[in-house]
């Protein structure tokens, strides 16, 4: 299941699910996300779709799902499905970038202020941790930024 972020689980959030956004859907969605209000024929030229009808078969799937609604100016973004991401307007930031920035500030802090005269194996300890837990923030963020 697909967890809405910044709102309460409802009939219509429960029956978002993974499969459900695959594909072309998911496409939709993310280009829907990153350009505000469109069109059927934004989302056709925009994604390269064959026609207007299958990006049409995609807008009204999501509106099903109650994703999107439509207004005035197009189609527009009414529940955020992705998962670990912090939304700023219309950027989309994996909430693992905060660990990275941590663990990048920790591991500094420790190399430039902490190093002791003699390396002892406490500290080495500190320092292969770190690195590790860098790498594996690193990982994860790199993860999250292939979805978006």
Do not use: W
């Amino acid at each position: 299941m697909t967890r809405i972020l910044g709102d309460t689980p409802s009939k219509g959030a429960s029956e978002v699910s993974d499969a459900s956004l695959k594909g072309t859907t998911y496409r939709v969605y993310r280009y829907m996300l990153k350009h505000g209000p469109v069109s059927i024929s934004d989302v056709q030229k925009g994604l390269g779709l064959s026609s207007p009808s299958v990006s049409q078969y995609h807008i009204k799937k999501l509106l099903r799902l109650g994703l999107i609604r439509e207004e005035q100016e197009g189609y527009v973004i009414d529940k955020v499905v992705l998962e670990n991401v912090i939304r700023i307007r219309r950027t989309s930031i994996p909430m693992q970038t905060a660990y990275v920035a941590f663990f990048c500030v920790t591991l500094l802090i420790l190399l430039a202020f902490l190093r002791p005269a003699t390396i002892r194996s406490v500290y080495f300890f500190a320092v292969v941790v770190n690195v590790a837990a860098l790498g594996i923030s690193l990982y994860e963020t790199g993860k999250t930024l292939k979805r978006l």
